[in-house]
């Protein structure tokens, strides 16, 4: 549905798909290629193409993983060939194990191949990660502990966290459709700082008890450059920036209202039509529940930016729909993965939904790949197939009543 959706949303752009060539499938290790013949001279010169007119391959390392991950990861893939095809961007497609699918093969969650192809790539996609099959092993050997070694090996300190509810799913909120209507949230969340990574943390014993301890620390320069990631997501945005702390009790949360302000300011974000403004994290809590769309751009820590971000989710409806990316600085790649798990129970049934895998995509075409247009195009073909009723099993009680639905299995969603 959404590949055919592709090519109605583009009109008469896409007239000519057919003279376009496509080169074959790589898996494991080599290299899968979707390039497109004929595009124009602009593009192959913005790409870094070579004299003889060859096409520089943008590269994709994807991990598909576990549960229904490879079934989500195959609809996204042929989306991706489908927009590149008709946009004339070549890319090039390279599989790696990792979780549970990686200890079975290799022993550890995250293979030193995988990791050295990831660190080389333009981007990583992700699709899901663990099962009922591992979950005695240590946390450090667990399919999890291989997406953590994966985020640090990359550097990605900041996580983009959208919420957007679609109209057609209005009813699957557990908000009235008045407050939830129209909701399009980024939460920018700092991913490797704050309490779950500060020092000294432990257990020792307090006047006579035990005593359990955990230290939130932020360093300027952490606080910058999350700062930063927030401020050039808004410029593509409506602008408004809510930045959110504890400012009131946490001298962490002190040090970072103040170095986001200077930070704003230093950056000329106000000549730049951006806004900024404070929030306490309880109020955003309260706030996200009674007023929700009046939020753009919220820019938080990392222990606030998970909670914040998980109760964002909540609120749009549906865990299959929502994607989310881990990014580093410039230059480095990210990770582009669904919110959702691996659904262990429905693996292999065709049932599960790609849409959350669809937008990742989207995401990484935006963010990752520097084709906005194909993440614009991805996106309208999601909302089309939307408007036409198609929903796969978890979406079928989110719309109003009376809306004509036709259920379809993920392979057909796609």
């Known amino acids: 549905m959404v590949r055919a959706a592709l090519k109605t949303t583009r009109g008469g752009a896409w007239e000519n798909l057919s003279s376009f060539r496509v080169a074959g499938r790589v898996v494991g290790g080599r290299r899968r290629v979707h390039k497109a013949s004929n595009v124009?001279?602009?593009?192959?010169?913005?790409?870094?193409?070579?004299?003889?007119?060859?096409?520089a391959s943008k590269v994709i390392a994807t991990l598909p993983g576990d549960g229904i991950g490879p079934e989500i990861m195959s609809v996204a893939v042929k989306v991706l060939e489908t927009v590149a095809e008709g946009e004339g961007v070549s890319l090039a497609f390279e599989e790696y194990p990792v979780g549970g699918d990686a200890i079975d093969k290799t022993g550890v969650p995250l293979p030193d191949e995988t990791l050295e192809a990831c660190k080389a790539s333009d981007a990583v996609l992700l699709a899901a990660i663990g099962g009922y099959k591992w979950d005695n092993l240590s946390s450090k050997m667990r399919p999890e502990g291989g997406l953590l070694q994966l985020r640090a090996g990359l550097d990605c300190f900041a996580n983009l966290r959208p919420a957007i509810l679609q109209d057609e799913l209005l009813q699957g909120s557990p908000l009235k459709p008045?407050?939830?209507?129209?909701?399009?949230?980024?939460?920018?969340?700092?991913?490797?700082?704050?309490?779950?990574?500060?020092?000294?943390?432990g257990f020792e014993t307090r006047d006579g008890e035990e005593a359990g301890y955990n230290t939130m620390v932020y360093k300027k320069s952490e606080v910058e450059r999350i700062a930063r990631v927030a401020f050039e997501i808004a410029k593509q945005r409506k602008g408004d920036i809510v930045s959110v702390d504890k400012a009131n009790v946490l001298e962490v949360s002190q040090l970072w209202r103040k170095t986001v302000a200077e930070a704003f300011e230093a950056d000329g974000c106000k000549d730049a039509g951006l806004s900024l403004s404070n929030m306490y994290v309880d109020n955003c809590s309260m706030q996200l529940c009674s007023n929700p769309s009046q939020f753009d751009v919220i820019l938080t820590g990392n222990i606030f930016g998970d909670i914040l971000s998980d109760q964002a989710s909540v609120i749009t409806g549906s865990l299959g729909m929502l994607p989310s990316a881990s990014v580093s600085s410039p230059g480095k790649p990210g990770i582009y993965e669904p919110v959702h798990g691996s659904a262990p129970d429905i693996a292999g049934q065709d049932i599960a939904n790609p849409l959350g895998m669809v937008l990742s995509a989207a995401m990484m075409c935006r963010y990752g790949l520097n084709e906005p247009e194909m993440a614009d195009?991805?996106?309208?073909?999601?909302?089309?197939?939307?408007?036409?009723?198609?929903?796969?099993?978890?979406?079928?009680?989110?719309?109003?009543?009376?809306?004509?639905l036709k259920q379809v299995g993920c392979t057909q969603m796609g």
């Open 377 to 404: 195009i991805i996106e309208d073909a999601v909302a089309d197939v939307l408007a036409k009723g198609y929903r796969t099993g978890d979406l079928m009680n989110s719309s109003p009543p009376g809306t004509e």
């Open 40 to 55: 124009n001279a602009e593009r192959l010169r913005r790409l870094g193409a070579t004299s003889s007119g060859d096409e």
């Open 178 to 201: 008045e407050i939830i209507k129209g909701v399009d949230i980024m939460i920018v969340r700092e991913l490797v700082g704050g309490i779950y990574f500060g020092e000294p943390r």
